[in-house]
């Protein structure tokens, strides 16, 4: 089985080529950071516009480095949601004309399940269930993942992505856009415990995360310390509450016998390192994926289009685009409650 994937839901344009038995034939991608870097974020228009330039060129040029003709995949799979409606729309809409003019099944992907599985992209070994920590630019999920298709949300964000944490610490430190790799940087420089900044929801009982009141901490010390010292004041904070919070979601799953990390701050290696010494110390197998399959890439919506196509499933060519898409409808409703 070969499948096409096409990722446009936020400042990444991205193409790849991967088939079933997990060989990425091709990945293809044009990052925006020097058409968003003067405005210190995303512009959702100057994105959109990006991807409307960048993606049939990347489908061709992952095309010729796979060596196969459109003709030669099974199935189309492009984002369909959650992300900038724009730049989702891109992605999608080229999607459907690719699956329409050579008569081949679309199917629509959720970004997030793109990241979910692309662990499974990266390890062969990696079998359902397995729990599933989902730390990205909009997201900072704790998810049990039970099967394509098929996930249960045991704790989110009450405020700002973990990702979104590291992006607004990076520009109160003048670090520069994205933010993740500008922090991670000037951390290996800095103290971890020079800083005293507060560790949100640690210890609480529901395994929720919080990140808001820590960046306007980093705000409030921003005059007193360094660059270096509070990037790695604030990586260590960041660690210590995702360690927490997942310590509390691996009590209550105990069939997961695997730990997986996935999404942006995944490429993080420090916390990569307390995660992998979390689960050693639950008995528990650790699974992160690569670093380029951890931020944004097609490669793992072609993978979970392969898992998607696999199973069975397609979608019509008037399905439409999802600014929000969350995995876990049913923990999504109950929002109001508080998360
Ligand atoms: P989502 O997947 O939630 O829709 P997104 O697609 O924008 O959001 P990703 O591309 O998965 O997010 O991840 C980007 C995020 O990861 C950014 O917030 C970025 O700062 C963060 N990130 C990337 N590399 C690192 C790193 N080395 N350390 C910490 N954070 C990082
Ligand atoms: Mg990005
Ligand atoms: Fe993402």
Known sequence: ML?????????????????????????RLAGQEAAHAPYGGVVPEIAARAHVEALAPLVEAALA?????????????????????????????TGKALAHAAGKPLVAVNHLEGHALSPRLSDPDLG????????????????????????????TTIDDAAGEAFDKTAKLLGLG?????????AAANGDPFKVPLPRPLKGAAEPHFS???????????????????LSASF????????????????????EATTLVVAGGVAANSAVRAALRGLAEAHGRRFVAPPLWLCTDNAAMIAWAGAERFA??????????????????PAAEAVRGAGV
């Open 311 to 328: 199973a069975g499933i397609s979608d019509p060519l008037d399905i439409p685009a999802r600014p929000r898409w969350p995995l876990d």
């Open 177 to 185: 856009f994205p933010g993740g790799p500008a922090v991670e940087r």
């Open 235 to 254: 990586q260590q904070a960041v660690i210590d509450c995702l360690v927490d919070r997942t310590q509390r979601a691996l009590a209550v799953a105990p």
């Open 65 to 93: 480095d796979a060596g196969v003709t459109l003709d030669q995949v099974d199935a189309i799979a492009a984002t369909a949601g959650p992300g900038l409606i724009g730049g989702v729309m891109v992605g999608l809409v």
């Open 128 to 155: 359902f269930p397995y729990l599933l920590l989902l730390v990205s630019g909009g997201h900072c999920q704790l998810l049990l993942v039970e099967g394509v298709g098929r996930y249960r949300r045991l704790a």
């Open 211 to 229: 990140f808001a009141g820590l960046k306007s901490a980093v705000a409030r010390a921003v005059e007193d310390y360094s660059a270096e010292d």
């Open 3 to 27: 499948i096409l994937g096409l990722e446009s839901s936020c400042d990444e344009t991205a193409a790849a080529l991967v088939t079933g038995d997990r060989q990425v034939l091709a990945h």
